[in-house]
């Protein structure tokens, strides 16, 4: 578009705002729904959703716009949730997940209940937002293996056609939430440093950066992989091809194709949730043989877990996302010492938690001098909280996390003059993780072959890494109430202020356990309230999660 005179820009505009009823009219928005767009974007059955595809094309072109033509994604994943469930997630230009100040334009635009109020909320929007519409946009898209993934993407390219020429598109076909993440901010990069924005791009530059890493500690022992039948089997397959033989990697749960079998009785939800071993991975008795470990994605291969078999009682052995960031942090730390950077640029590694980390693997930390800081569920609170570190690791204890490493850490890196060969190799390893390491988001993939490459410098088998702590037993519980929103959690959801009198009467309950310890968030995903517990014992996790379910039964006047 040009703007060349007042009345040609008003002929131009009538144009988009005709553009946008014609596709508007295509995908109407069903009656009786109602859309949030919460931790994870939009989330729900794959049918309710095309309406809300075309209207995210809108505004993910606004964004783009308003941030004069920077390239902005969109992902279609539901991650680990069922097959019929589909959902869609925009990300910024740094990678990073939407800027939450966005996030409800995104609600507001997905329930306007007709056309005329969809073209009227737009334009109130744009001006709003200042949205110069004479701008370029940039956008960038992806979906994970969901079959209804294909008629979304119509109904999202649909919302970005509207806008004829001055939209620019790249369509990066299926594949994982963490790839396009990792293109959206190589895109956006000007000094081109981060890498080439393709998933080619991404292959390369983890295989260079995992290959730096293991140099001659190989040959590693052999991986099993279950893939959740997702994205991930994909991903997992074209990096294979393009790192070659240094991790032998065998593959499970790779059926992408198969009707209903995405993260169906297997992948990382299923196993944290479960503490279990998918059924799948049991019979493959791929485990049974000593030394063995395996890990899980999730659908859309932005989580992972490990876990192994214990060789006396062929017990399951879960190293979830607090046994990763225990052993990633005191790894870097160790390094960060070696690397022995002059006292003004000695970098500071920290940990950032949720309050479902395992009470154990705080204490580990803390005990050791690491600096632990807990926010509240959703990785963008996480991802902000370790951007206050020079090296900031994060997990959700479902495994989902990074590891960041500022700007200034980078410089001090590479400016640093080695004071010994061990010096300039652990700097040199730094910098190689830095390149491994996802820096956009939580990344299996890449997660994956960080855990790879520290059980490799340590000389690790999964025993010697779970060895380090061994966590309270716990559970979690999700307690179905008539109206979560009277539940209010303050103190990165360790606390309840609402309902009143509530926190009072878990913490007199939670006093009766030894080590007890529970919160009660409600969930940004579900219509529920969560309920986490763990005891010294098995019997007093049980039991406290019990006794807190049944407060908040209480409390929300179920009895
Ligand atoms: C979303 C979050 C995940 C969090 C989960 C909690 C992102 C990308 N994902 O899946 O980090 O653990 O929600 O769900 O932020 P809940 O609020 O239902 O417990
Ligand atoms: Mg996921």
Redesign the pocket.
């Known amino acids: 578009m040009s703007s060349s005179s007042p009345t040609k820009a008003a002929h131009e505009h009538a144009v988009l705002l005709n553009s946008i009823a014609d596709g508007a009219n295509q995908y109407p928005k069903p009656e009786h729904v109602n859309y949030t767009y ?4 939009f ?1 729900t059955l794959a049918t309710k959703l095309p309406s809300v595809l075309f209207r995210v094309g809108l505004l993910a072109v606004l964004r783009s716009k308003r941030l004069e033509g920077a390239t902005i994604g969109i992902m279609v994943t539901a ?2 949730n069922p097959e019929p469930d589909n959902g869609v ?1 925009l990300v910024d230009p740094s990678g990073e ?1 939407l800027d939450p100040s966005w996030e409800p334009h995104a609600t507001t635009l997905s329930n306007c209940p007709s056309t005329e109020s969809l073209i009227s909320t737009f334009t109130t929007l744009a001006n709003h937002l200042r949205v110069d519409l004479h701008q370029p946009a940039n956008i960038v898209y992806a979906r994970d293996t969901r079959p209804s993934g294909p008629e979304l993407i119509k109904a999202l390219e649909t919302g970005l056609r509207v806008f004829g020429d001055s939209v620019k598109i790249n369509d990066l076909g299926v594949t994982t ?1 963490p790839i396009l993440h990792y293109v959206v901010k190589a895109t956006n990069d000007k000094t081109a440093e981060y890498g080439v924005p393709t998933k080619e791009g991404y292959n390369a530059k983890m295989a260079k950066a995992f290959t730096t890493l293991i140099g001659n500690k190989g040959p590693l022992a052999p991986l099993y992989v279950d893939c959740a039948n997702g994205v991930g089997a994909v991903a997992l397959k074209d990096f294979t091809d393009a790192l070659g033989d240094l991790l032998p990697v065998h593959p499970l749960n790779t059926a992408t194709t198969t009707q209903g079998a995405l993260n169906h009785m297997c992948g990382a939800d299923f196993v944290k949730t479960k503490q279990a071993l998918p059924p799948s991975v049991h019979s493959s008795g791929v485990l049974s043989k000593p030394g063995s470990r395996a890990c899980s994605f999730d659908g859309d291969a ?2 992972i877990v490990f876990y192994y078999l214990n060789e006396e009682k062929a017990n399951f052995r879960l190293l979830d996302g607090d046994k990763i960031a225990v052993m990633v942090a005191m790894f870097l730390v160790d390094l960060v010492v070696k690397a022995k950077l002059d006292e003004e640029h000695r970098l500071k590694v920290g940990v950032v938690q ?1 309050a ?1 980390a395992n009470g154990s693997s705080t204490k580990y930390l803390t005990s050791r001098n690491i600096p632990v800081t807990c926010v509240s ?4 609170h ?1 991802h902000h909280a370790a951007q206050r570190y020079d090296i900031g690791v994060y997990f ?1 204890a ?1 495994g ?1 996390g990074t590891v960041l490493f500022s700007d200034s850490a980078i410089k001090a890196l590479k400016a640093a003059s080695p004071q010994s060969p061990d010096a300039a190799n652990a700097i040199k390893n730094l910098l190689a993780f830095s390149e491994l390491i996802n820096q956009a ?2 990344d299996a993939l890449s997660d994956m072959l960080l855990v790879e490459a520290v059980l490799a410098h340590r000389g690790w088998g999964a025993s010697d890494w779970d060895a380090g702590y061994e966590d309270l037993p716990n559970r979690l519980v999700k307690v179905e109430v008539p109206d979560r929103s009277i539940f209010v959690a303050t103190d990165a959801e360790r606390k309840l202020t609402n309902p009143p009198g509530l926190q009072e009467k878990i913490e007199e309950v939670m006093r009766k356990y030894e080590m007890g310890r529970s919160f009660v ?6 219509d ?1 309230v ?1 309920v986490y517990a763990e005891a010294k014992t098995n019997s007093e996790a049980e039991n406290l999660a019990l006794a807190i379910t049944d407060l908040v039964r209480f409390a929300s006047g179920q009895s």
């Open positions: 919460g931790t994870a974007g989330r991650s680990h997630k997940m939430t932005d989580r949720t479902y569920t959703g990785v963008k996480l959700e479902n989902h988001v939580g968030r409600p969930s940004g995903t579900e529920c969560r």
